[in-house]
């Protein structure tokens, strides 16, 4: 399985990056996928996550309003559309996929598989 994220970036505050995630290795419409993201000298921390058939998301409170999940199943990708960024959302993002096929999301990282190498984003105030 792999997992590559891609789209961050140096943005300034109240500004917009869309992130995208493309996957391989595994039948992508089985599974609900899901972004995270790790800050310096903090943990890796759960920020949305959409189900397999794309009609269920759910978001971590600090984004919620501003951040958007999606996916497109034919192209094997999940999407995380941020605005209105904040330079506390600082920090490298990680997609993954759920460990268990057709189960739905959760915020804890060990029921998640497939982090690869994160993609950066920083966001000056």
């Known amino acids: 399985v792999q997992l590559q994220a891609s789209g961050g970036g140096l943005v300034q505050a109240g500004g917009s990056l869309r992130l995208s995630c493309a996957a391989s290795?595994?039948?992508?419409?089985?599974?609900?996928m899901g972004w995270f993201r790790q800050a310096p000298g903090k943990e890796r921390e759960f920020v949305a996550g959409?189900?397999?058939?794309?009609?269920?998301?759910t978001y971590a409170d600090s984004v919620k309003g501003r951040f958007t999940v999606s996916r497109d199943n034919a192209k094997n990708t999940v999407y995380l559309q941020m605005d209105t960024l904040k330079p506390e959302d600082t920090a490298v993002y990680y997609c993954?996929?759920?460990?268990?096929?057709?189960?739905?999301?959760?915020?804890?990282?060990?029921?998640?598989?497939?982090w690869g190498r994160g993609t950066l984003v920083t966001v000056s105030s």
């Open positions: 993954a996929r759920k460990l268990v096929p057709y189960s739905g999301v959760t915020t804890t990282t060990y029921e998640w598989r497939g």
């Open positions: 290795g595994i039948i992508f419409g089985r599974y609900t």
């Open positions: 959409i189900g397999w058939a794309g009609t269920n998301t």
